[in-house]
T-cell receptor, first 117, second 115 residues
Framework: SAVISQKPSRDICQRGTSLTIQCQVD?????MFWYRQQPGQSLTLIAT?????????ESGFVIDKFPISRPNLTFSTLTVSNMSPEDSSIYLC??????????????FGAGSRLTVL | KQEVTQIPAALSVPEGENLVLNCSFT??????LQWFRQDPGKGLTSLLL?????REQTSGRLNASLDKSSGRSTLYIAASQPGDSATYLC??????????????FGAGTILRVKS
């Protein structure tokens, strides 16, 4: 199955700054997904990163706040811009992976835990 | 709009008990349903995936069932162990035409197995 590496694993940031999270996959994938998990809540999809085209953002998320890069089929970055304490969350990168019988299993990286002061 | 609910929100059981976690969803037109485990401060690990055409999937001590018509899935854990302590999340993937490729997650059930 796909192995996903995320950096940083955690960080403490100051209000108003920006932070870029990196996601590296050990195999080529068409789509990479960025999810957010706010404290005590479940996961919400931020955007889908497509190689060779603009990312597709979900309702409530905009490119100016969460710019995404996808330079090749194994790598993506998510930037959290102009951070506020409300952005304190775990940010997770994920891809679909061929599981048993060809089913598309969503596989996650370990996540990047951001705390904004 | 698809909504996923998990009951109970938290569960504490003694080691060795069999237990059931529940997941319900409002839109039965799903493509598949996936159960995940999340350990504190970690990412998610996929446990089982059930396609919409399937009724259940099994892996070791875990068994997940799906009743699409009633919008329900259960995760059965047999002979629970302290190492099973984690948050269990279910997520549904709707038909791509309407929802794209995103999964809609429940809020999770926090399980604690006491030794």
């Amino acid at each position: 199955s796909a192995v996903i590496s995320q950096k940083p694993s955690r960080d403490i940031c100051q209000r108003g700054t920006s932070l870029t999270i990196q996601c590296q996959v050990d195999s080529q994938v068409t789509m990479m997904f960025w999810y957010r998990q706010q404290p005590g809540q479940s996961l919400t999809l931020i955007a889908t990163a497509n190689q060779g085209s603009e990312a597709t953002y979900e309702s409530g998320f905009v490119i100016d706040k969460f710019p995404i890069s996808r330079p090749n089929l194994t790598f993506s970055t998510l930037t959290v811009s102009n951070m506020s304490p409300e952005d304190s969350s775990i940010y997770l990168c994920s891809v679909f992976d061929r599981g048993k019988a060809g089913a598309n299993v969503l596989t996650f990286g370990a996540g990047s835990r951001l705390t904004v002061l | 709009k698809q909504e996923v609910t998990q009951i109970p929100a938290a569960l504490s059981v003694p080691e060795g008990e069999n237990l059931v976690l529940n997941c319900s969803f409002t839109d039965s037109a799903i493509y598949n349903l996936q159960w995940f485990r999340q350990d504190p401060g970690k990412g998610l690990t996929s446990l089982l995936l059930i396609q919409s055409s399937q009724r259940e999937q099994t892996s070791g001590r875990l068994n997940a069932s799906l009743d699409k018509s009633s919008g329900r899935s259960t995760l059965y854990i047999a002979a629970s162990q302290p190492g099973d302590s984690a948050t269990y999340l279910c997520a549904v993937k709707n038909l791509p035409l309407e929802y794209g490729n995103k999964l809609v997650f429940g809020a999770g059930t926090i399980l604690r197995v006491k030794s």
